[in-house]
């Protein structure tokens, strides 16, 4: 068979998605499309719009044959841990050829030669970075500075104004990383990019047909139930229906900001001691988080005085959420899914299903109980999901929702492309 791998978030998937999902349809005539979706929670450190049922829907509406949750706990990491966890478990699943990943600019020896860099870390390069991190630099700002570095010492030939501009794009970046991956667990994948339609990956602007997520979520956030036509335009018929179904059963839109009182509670709550173990807090970064909490009212009074050149919004968002989701930094660290999680399938997605149930290198979950079955450490990463969506249902407005348990309670969608 003939299956690509993507990775997404779908937060909340949209004409960009579409656009892609057709372009590898049409050019690679798969088999079938496999994609590995953060749940509840995402990489910028923040709850997904939808919960994650809602967004593999969409996604099984538009193309997608198999939805696999990637878990919570690197779904809310960095760009490396991420892109690496997420590209092991198309490799755990055994079924994947090709990974297709979207890109604001293909260039092939640039991007192939980063990759290639960066997973091999040569000590010269390391050396370079460690020295822009001691400047007080972040982390992809250090990187950033690093590259450019190493490859003037090293006389490569190779645009690096081009590399240092595209080092600043976030989908770059993370083709950057997904290549990196590949490279580094030796997965043998071809890949296959499409260029980014439409606006930036930050643009908030809302007016053409390829509108930014970003975009997109900020005119939820002011419009929670009126939709305007420029946010008609840049969503599938079918993701406007579900997102209608969805706000009607009581399923509003969720954003950080709900989740303000939790988290400033249990900031208030810890020790220093215990903020000291959480994934990236270091260099007394627990001391300023334990600070802020005291003298902050408002989520946005918290993060602006954390925040500082070295630790970004981003960052500290997504220390906030594994501190919020109790995600203790061991199983970050490891980087490796335990389990492939099914969201929902297709009719093609079936048959994909039953050859990876045969052909996986980790148990494949079809029901939330079957994690009980599972082994000590994949139980306790399969917990942290469960947990995320107990959480994540605290902020619906209706209390009947609230009630923990739910993905025990969810079917894995069934959806029948041929009606």
């Not at 092991?88 to 192939?112: A, D, M, P």
């Not at 580094?184 to 997520?213: C, M, N, W």
């Not at 270091?282 to 334990?290: H, P, Q, S, V, Y």
């Amino acid at each position: 068979m003939n299956i690509v791998g993507i990775i997404a978030e779908y937060n909340p998937f949209h004409n960009g998605h579409l656009y892609q999902l057709c372009t590898v349809r049409k050019n690679l005539k798969p088999d079938g499309i496999i994609v590995i979706m953060s749940g509840n929670f995402v990489q910028r450190g923040e709850p997904a719009v939808f919960s994650k049922w809602a967004r593999a829907e969409m996604a099984l509406c538009e193309g997608a044959d198999l939805v696999i949750e990637l878990p919570v706990c690197f779904s809310t990491a960095t760009a490396e841990i991420f892109a690496e966890s997420a590209v092991k478990l198309l490799l755990q699943s055994q079924v994947v050829n090709t990974i297709s990943f979207g890109i604001e600019r293909y260039c092939e020896k640039e991007v192939f030669y980063l990759g290639k860099l960066l997973s091999e870390e040569p000590d010269l390069f390391k050396h370079f970075m460690n020295s822009y991190l001691k400047k007080g630099l972040s982390f992809p700002a250090a990187r950033e500075k690093a590259v450019i570095k190493y490859m003037m010492v090293k006389n490569i030939n190779l645009d690096r104004q081009l590399i240092s501009d595209l080092l600043k794009k976030p989908n770059y970046i993370l083709a950057v990383e997904y290549i990196k991956a590949i490279n580094k667990l030796e997965a043998g994948f071809s890949i296959f990019p499409v260029l980014r339609q439409g606006h930036g990956y930050h643009d908030k602007e809302l007016t053409q047909q390829y509108a930014s997520a970003s975009a997109i979520r900020q005119e939820l956030f002011y419009h929670r139930q009126d939709f305007s036509n420029d946010l008609v335009n840049n969503l599938p018929d079918s993701t406007l229906r579900i997102i209608k179904k969805e706000i009607e059963d009581g399923h509003t839109p969720i954003f950080l900001q709900d989740f303000e009182t939790i988290l400033l509670y249990a900031l208030r709550r810890m020790s220093v001691y215990e903020l000291k173990t959480y994934f990236d807090v270091a260099e007394g970064l627990e001391n300023r988080i334990k600070k802020a909490a005291q003298a902050s009212g408002t989520l946005e009074q918290l993060i602006s005085q954390i925040k500082s050149k070295r630790y970004p919004v981003t960052r500290i968002q997504r220390i906030l959420m594994h501190i919020l989701l109790n995600v203790p930094k061991e199983i970050v660290e490891i980087r490796s899914p335990q389990y492939l999680r099914v969201l929902g399938f297709t009719q093609k997605g079936a048959l994909i299903l039953k050859k990876m149930n045969s052909k996986a290198t980790v148990p494949v979950i079809t029901r939330a109980s079957e994690y009980k079955n599972l082994n000590q450490s994949a139980k306790i990463m399969f917990e942290k999901d469960l947990l995320a969506s107990d959480v994540y249902s605290l902020v619906y407005k209706n209390t009947a929702l609230r009630n923990g348990g739910s993905d025990f309670r969810r079917s894995v969608i069934y959806f029948n492309s041929s009606k």
